[in-house]
């Protein structure tokens, strides 16, 4: 990955090959190779190994060897020693027994009567339980496993590849403490007997291989998906941490910076943003290594019809990295780097190395690792610009005396979203200090009702009422006396208008 003379990030698509030069499609997990040259250089690896730890076993055997004939010449000389041609011929068992591990699940066994298989696929039920299966059942597994033997029912050796896929998925639970790399193997062996197994039986019939190997992929990855997913064996869990963090610290990175040649006030264009967006956020749900390619896959072809329609022209293979990066920031995908490594595991290799899921995966992987060891070199901005902007004492977002140029038709509309923003933030703070005041105006209120109270119980408590009863004998003439006092304070007052009436309205 360079960045080219002109502004914008740049990939030569010979860098998304192989290192080998094979052709196909390499990947930054397995340092630049294919998955068929990984696995070559792993197994050379271990071979060279193997015969480093025999030589050393062979040397130490010798060692051995004399220092016993020394120490008992003369009292054991009759007692033979263990020659190294038994020690060679013990590891030579050993070596066979670990290369037939995987191989031995396509003899079918004497010993194990058919029966309960036969019975097992013959059914269109899920299969009953085993002691595994019990503890890994699912809702998800079992679909599967339905989906899986309907698939092999019309095929002619369907029930002994069910047989197969079957032990080795029961087999695979039991090896959850090894390394992924380890558990990475055995899939990989397993899927390339079983493929190799194909396509003698099918006649070189790729279509038809290749659809059997997914619906094998699909039903093993789903029953063994809890015990292959970022297991606790590796570090996927710390690196999905530290990528989140790093693309959260970028949420600064502008699409001019990236030179992104998409137009997000086009609908079209903002609404093919939103679904790329949301395709490779959804990979995180997916199970099955196929359909979490599919997701990306969905996802790189949203951002070539934002590409297109906003340059009304075809895309190119320089517009699209910069356009998944900046996707890849606004969406901050979950257990991003877990989902990439679950692919690379136990995916199904041809498909990475060939085709658009293997184009786009790769793609996707190099704007990973360009978004770790982004600079303010690759954004075209000085190392001091670069760090405010890390640190957040700085923003592009905000005015500035001097800008760099726009590579991009929309920065005028940009510009608009931020002049926008920062007016919805102004009528954020306006809000938040009227219901300052709003609370403080109810607070006043309460305060001065209390105090009211108060004044009106302490005139009270000041100027009782005093009510005097007058002598029972007397009562009835001095009611009619009092009476007839305010009647006569009322006659006298000729100028009081007339009483007023009732009146009853028609509404």
């Known amino acids: 990955m360079m960045m080219s003379q002109r502004r914008g990030i740049h990939l030569d698509q010979s860098e998304l090959l192989c290192k080998k030069g094979c052709g196909f499609y390499g990947n930054t997990g397995w340092q630049g190779l294919c998955s068929k040259c990984w696995r070559e250089e792993n197994q050379r690896e271990k071979q060279k190994q193997i015969q480093e730890d025999w030589a050393l076993a062979e040397r130490l055997q010798r060692e051995e060897e004399e220092a016993y004939a020394s120490r008992h010449q003369k009292t054991q000389s009759q007692q033979s020693i263990t020659p190294f041609s038994k020690f060679e011929e013990r590891k030579t068992k050993e070596k066979s027994s670990k290369v037939n591990t995987v191989t ?165 264009v903002s609404d093919s943003v939103v679904k790329a967006i949301t395709d490779v956020i959804e990979m995180d749900s997916k199970r099955v290594p196929k359909d979490k390619l599919a997701c990306i896959t969905r996802c790189s072809k949203h951002i070539f019809n934002a590409i297109k329609v906003s340059k009304k022209e075809a895309a190119s293979a320089d517009d699209f990295l910069p356009t998944l990066i900046y996707i890849v920031l606004k969406a901050n995908p979950p257990r991003l780097q877990s989902n990439i490594q679950y692919i690379t595991r136990f995916c199904n290799p041809s498909r990475l190395m060939t085709g658009e899921d293997g184009y786009y995966f790769t793609n996707l992987c190099c704007a990973v690792a360009f978004i770790e060891k982004l600079d303010g070199q690759s954004l075209n901005l000085s190392s001091e610009e670069f760090e405010l902007y890390m640190s957040g004492q700085a923003s592009p977002h905000w005015p500035q005396a001097s800008g760099a140029s726009s590579c991009s038709p929309g920065s005028a509309a940009l510009s608009q979203v931020h002049k926008r923003l920062d007016l919805l933030t102004g009528l954020g703070e306006r809000q938040e200090r009227v219901m300052e005041k709003a609370r403080q105006l109810e607070s006043d209120l309460i305060d001065w009702t209390d105090e009211v109270e108060q004044k009106v119980q302490s005139v009270l408590e000041s100027f009782p009422l005093e009510t005097q009863n007058p002598p029972a004998n007397t009562a009835s003439g001095t009611t009619s006396a009092a009476s007839s006092a305010i009647d006569s304070d009322n006659v006298e007052n000729e100028l009081l208008p007339p009483p007023l009436t009732p009146q009853v309205f028609a509404g």
Not at 158 to 185: H, N, P, W
Not at 203 to 209: C, I, L, P, R, Y
Request: with cysteine; aromatic share 10%.
């Open 104 to 268: 031995k699940f396509f003899t079918p066994s004497s010993k194990t009567p058919p029966k309960k298989d036969a019975a097992l696929f013959d059914s269109q039920s899920s299969p009953s339980p085993s002691s595994s299966a019990s503890r890994h059942s699912s809702v998800d597994s079992d679909h599967a496993t339905r989906e899986f033997i309907d698939f092999l029912k019309p095929l002619k050796s369907g029930r002994e590849i069910f047989k197969q896929c079957r032990a080795f998925t029961e087999s695979m639970v039991y090896k959850r403490d090894m390394g992924a790399d380890e558990l990475s193997e055995c899939v990989q062996d397993f899927y390339q007997n079983l493929s190799e197994r194909l396509q003698t039986q099918f006649k070189g019939s790729t279509d038809h291989v290749e659809s059997v190997m997914d619906e094998v992929e699909k039903y093993m990855m789903t029953r063994l998906y809890k015990e292959v997913f970022c297991p606790e064996t590796t570090d996927d869990e710390k690196k999905d941490l530290a990528i989140q963090k790093r693309i959260r610290a970028l949420h600064w990175v502008t699409i001019e910076m990236l030179c992104v040649p998409v137009d997000e006030e086009i609908p079209e």
